[in-house]
């Protein structure tokens, strides 16, 4: 099967093209707007760009009806931006956080989950998330799509700020990613469980470039 799909109809009932780029990590992302409401969402399109310094990107598409998001606004607007890792004990508020509601509501609350202060950026974090980074704002880059839907804009930010619970992290001082159970987005309306970590060590790679892979500080 292969097809076009600028050009051609998907011959398939389901599209495949979100469900090969998988897993996703998801950009669960809390914001404050100029007026002070909290908003909190998740995309599925978010990713880290660098690590020195550490920078990330993610993508919001546009509502149908040529809206952009409040989390676009808001970062733009204040110059922050959180993301909260997203968990298996958190995906129902993850999910909840995900409904189109209007902009003067507060989804800290419509999520259930607790607001903890932030250092440095205004808005707050998920006290119950795990991990947070907070983000300064750096750019928009914005995408034509051929719908008012497929307009997308890309935000990237510098992580100035990172936050990490002392029961996340192992004796050796590693994230515990099979007790924090991360979630991930893949096609369709599923998702997946980080829960088995396996490694492997590149051949014949040393010194900076292997330390760089292990990620240490």
Request: aromatic share 10%; glycine share 8%.
């Amino acid at each position: 099967m292969q097809y076009a799909p600028n050009k051609e109809d998907c011959p398939l009932p389901f599209s495949p093209f979100k469900s090969c780029t998988v897993p996703r990590p998801i950009g669960w992302l809390s914001t404050i707007s100029s007026d002070g409401i909290h908003n909190l969402a998740p995309y599925s399109q978010w990713q880290n760009l660098t690590f020195d310094p550490p920078m990330v990107m993610f993508a919001a598409n546009q509502y149908p009806d040529g809206r952009r998001k409040d989390s676009v606004i808001n970062a733009e607007q204040t110059g922050w931006f959180v993301w909260n890792m997203a968990t298996w004990d958190l995906r129902e508020a993850v999910n909840k956080s995900a409904m189109a509601v209007a902009s003067d509501v507060d989804e800290f609350e419509l999520a259930g989950v607790t607001k903890a202060d932030c250092i440095n950026a205004p808005g707050a974090r998920v006290a119950e998330s795990p991990c947070h980074f907070e983000c300064s704002y750096i750019s928009t880059h914005r995408l034509e799509g051929n719908s008012n839907a497929g307009w997308v804009d890309i935000v990237f930010g510098k992580v100035e700020r990172i936050h990490v619970a002392d029961s996340a992290i192992t004796a050796e001082g590693k994230l515990d990613i099979p007790g924090i159970k991360p979630i991930a987005r893949m096609g369709y309306y599923d998702y997946t469980c980080i829960q088995d970590v396996f490694e492997m060590r590149i051949p014949g790679a040393s010194g900076e470039a292997e330390d760089g892979l292990e990620g240490k500080a």
